[in-house]
C-alpha cells in the first residue's frame, strides 16, 4: 500500500466522520420538520390550548418560552460579563480568584437538574417567590453564568495586552482602555458565549420544572410570579403525561421550539459578524 | 546652571530578584535628544519606561530612587498617571496602531482626555501628522483603517499619535526596529525637527543610528550607567574601555 492509497483511505475515513456528524442534526430536524409541519397553522401559534391541550395552539407556551429567555439574558448578561472584565482584566492571580475559577468550570458541568432543585429550594421556599416567573429566571441567569463568564473571559484575554498598554500610555485609565478597546475587539466572542448560555436557558426542561412551570395554564402571566408555560416542559407533559395525544401536536410543539431557538441562533450569528467586520488585528 | 527637564536620582529598578538598574543618576536637558544605548537586557528600555510609570502596570517589580520632571518627583503619591502619560508620550519598538482609522488613532489621546471639539480635533490631527512626516501619505485617507498602512507609515501614524497630546517628553523605543531605510530616515529627519518642541529620548535601534541623532548619549551595560556625555564625544572618543569595545564592535 503506497502513501497515495493511504491518503485516500484517510481522506474517505474523515469525510465519513464529517457525515456522522452532520447527518443525525439533519434527520432530526428533518423529521420534526416533516412530522410537525402538518399540524402548524396560525391557530396553532396563536391560540390557547383548550380539550385537554389535544386542540387549540401553544400561544402561551410560546410566551412563556421568550419571557424566560428575555428575562435570563436581563439578569445574567450584566453579571456575566461584569464578572468577566473584572477576573480577566482587574483580578490578581491569587488563591482566590484561581478557586472561583475553579467554581466556575464546575458549574460549567452541574447537570441541569441539579440547578432546577437548587432553584426550589433557594428561590421558591427560602425566598417565599413561590413558583413563578422570577424564580425560574433566576434559577436559569445561574444556570447560564458560568457559561457566559468562562467564554467572555476568553475573548477578553485573547485581545492583544499592546491595545491596553498603548492606550495606558496615552494617558487612558485601565477602564477608558477598556471601555474603549479591549470590550469593542472581544464583543464578537462576548456574544458567542451569551447566544450558547442563553440557547441553554431556553431549551432546558429540569431548571423550570420546579421552579416557574405550568402543567396548563390557558392564559398569559399578569406579574412576575404568575406561573407561566413553557415550551420544553410543555413538550414534555403532552409527550409523556397526556394520554391519547396526537403525535403530531407534540411534533409541532417541538418545531416550534427549533425554530425559535435556531432563529435566535440565526440573529445572533448576524450580530456578531457584523462586529468581527469591524474587528482589526 | 539651569535646571534640567528631567533629573533621575538613584534609580534601582528590581524584576524579582533581578536587579535590572543599578543606582542611576543623569540629567536630561530639555529641547535635545538623549540616547539609552548598549546591548540587550542593559536596562536601558526599562529606564524609558520608568520614565512615563509604564512599568507600573507590570507586576513583580520593585523600584527606589527617584526621577523629577521639572523639578517634581514623578513618583510621588500625588501624581496622576493619566495627566503624567499624556505630558510624557511613548512610541514602542513595534507599530501598534490601535483597531480603527487613522483619525481615530491620532485623536484617541485627544479622547481620553475628554476633548471632543471638532475643530480643536482636526487641528489637532493635521499638526500631528505633519509633525510625525506623514500627513502628505494619509491625507485623503484619514477615515481608512491605520492597520491597512505600511510598517512604516504606522510607525509614524503612532508618533503622531503621542505628538497629538503634545507632550513635554517623547520616548521612543527602538522606533525603527521594524522599518525600512527610507521610513528610518523620515522618522530620523522628523527628529530633528521635533526636538525643537519636545524634550525626546530614543532608544535606538543601531550604534550608527545613534549617532546620527544624538546631542548626549547614554551608554547602559547590565543595569549600570557606564557614560554619559555629549554625542560628539562619546562616539569618537570613548573615556570608557567597555564604551569604547560595544561601539567598535568588540561584543554586544
Not at chain 1, 72 to 86: E, H, K, L, N, Q
Not at chain 1, 192 to 202: D, F, K, P, V, W
Not at chain 1, 266 to 280: G, H, N, W
Not at chain 2, 215 to 231: C, V
Amino acid at each position: 500500500m503506497n502513501r497515495s492509497h493511504v491518503q485516500k483511505i484517510g481522506f474517505v475515513f474523515l469525510t465519513l466522520c464529517a457525515i456522522a456528524v452532520v447527518a443525525p442534526i439533519l434527520v432530526v430536524i428533518g423529521i420534526v420538520f416533516i412530522e410537525g409541519v402538518r399540524v402548524m397553522s396560525w391557530e396553532f401559534i396563536s391560540a390557547v390550548p383548550h380539550e385537554g391541550m389535544k386542540e387549540g395552539g401553544i400561544f402561551p407556551a410560546i410566551v412563556g418560552t421568550l419571557l424566560l429567555t428575555l428575562g435570563t439574558a436581563i439578569c445574567a448578561i450584566p453579571v456575566g460579563v461584569g464578572g468577566s472584565v473584572y477576573l480577566a482584566e482587574y483580578a490578581k492571580d491569587n488563591w482566590m480568584t484561581r478557586a472561583i475559577r475553579l467554581a466556575i468550570v464546575n458549574l460549567a458541568g452541574i447537570p441541569s437538574i441539579v440547578y432546577g432543585l437548587f432553584g426550589l429550594g433557594m428561590f421558591v421556599l427560602f425566598m417565599h417567590m413561590g413558583t413563578s416567573i422570577i424564580a425560574g429566571v433566576l434559577t436559569l441567569a445561574i444556570m447560564t453564568l458560568p457559561v457566559i463568564i468562562s467564554t467572555s473571559e476568553e475573548a477578553l484575554r485573547s485581545v492583544p495586552t499592546e491595545f491596553r498598554t498603548v492606550s495606558a500610555s496615552l494617558g487612558g485609565t485601565r477602564w477608558q482602555g477598556i471601555r474603549n478597546i479591549v470590550l469593542p475587539q472581544a464583543l464578537p466572542g462576548i456574544i458567542t458565549g451569551i447566544i450558547l448560555g442563553l440557547l441553554r436557558a431556553a431549551g432546558e426542561t429540569a431548571p423550570i420544572l420546579f421552579t416557574v412551570a405550568a402543567f396548563y395554564l390557558p392564559r398569559l402571566p399578569q406579574s412576575p410570579f404568575d406561573q407561566v408555560m413553557a415550551l420544553p416542559y410543555h413538550l414534555y407533559v403532552i409527550s409523556t403525561q397526556v394520554p391519547g395525544m396526537p403525535l403530531s401536536v407534540q411534533y409541532g410543539t417541538a418545531l416550534v421550539l427549533l425554530i425559535l431557538v435556531l432563529s435566535m441562533n440565526f440573529v445572533a450569528t448576524i450580530i456578531r459578524s457584523y462586529f468581527r467586520r469591524r474587528r482589526q488585528w | 546652571m539651569v535646571e534640567p527637564k528631567i533629573r533621575i536620582e538613584g534609580v534601582n529598578y528590581f524584576y524579582g530578584e533581578f536587579h535590572a538598574l543599578d543606582n542611576i543618576s543623569m540629567e536630561i536637558p530639555s529641547n535635545s535628544v538623549t540616547v539609552f544605548f548598549g546591548p540587550a537586557s542593559g536596562g536601558k528600555t526599562t529606564m524609558l519606561r520608568l520614565i512615563n510609570r509604564l512599568n507600573d502596570i507590570v507586576e513583580g517589580t520593585r523600584m527606589s530612587g527617584s526621577i523629577l520632571i521639572n523639578g517634581k518627583n514623578i513618583y510621588d503619591s500625588d501624581i496622576n498617571l493619566a495627566e503624567l502619560r499624556r505630558r510624557v508620550g511613548m512610541v514602542f519598538a513595534l507599530p501598534l496602531p490601535l483597531p480603527g482609522t487613522i483619525r481615530e488613532n491620532v485623536v484617541y489621546g485627544l479622547k481620553l482626555a475628554g476633548i471632543k471639539d471638532r475643530n480643536r480635533t482636526e487641528e489637532v490631527l493635521e499638526r500631528s501628522l505633519k509633525q510625525a512626516a506623514i500627513w502628505d501619505e494619509v491625507k485623503d485617507r484619514l477615515d481608512s483603517p491605520a492597520n491597512a498602512l505600511s510598517g512604516g507609515q504606522q510607525q509614524r501614524l503612532c508618533i503622531a499619535r503621542s505628538l497629538a497630546l503634545e507632550p513635554e517628553v517623547l520616548l521612543l523605543d527602538e522606533p525603527t526596529s521594524g522599518l525600512d531605510p527610507i521610513s528610518t530616515r523620515k522618522v530620523e529627519e522628523s527628529l530633528h525637527e521635533l526636538k525643537k518642541l519636545y524634550t525626546i529620548i530614543i532608544v535606538p535601534h543601531s550604534i550608527q543610528q545613534a549617532a546620527r541623532v544624538a546631542d548626549q548619549a547614554a551608554f547602559f551595560l547590565m543595569g549600570k550607567l557606564i557614560e554619559y556625555r555629549p554625542g560628539t564625544e562619546i562616539f569618537t572618543r570613548p573615556r570608557e574601555k567597555r564604551t569604547e569595545d560595544y561601539i567598535t564592535g568588540r561584543f554586544g
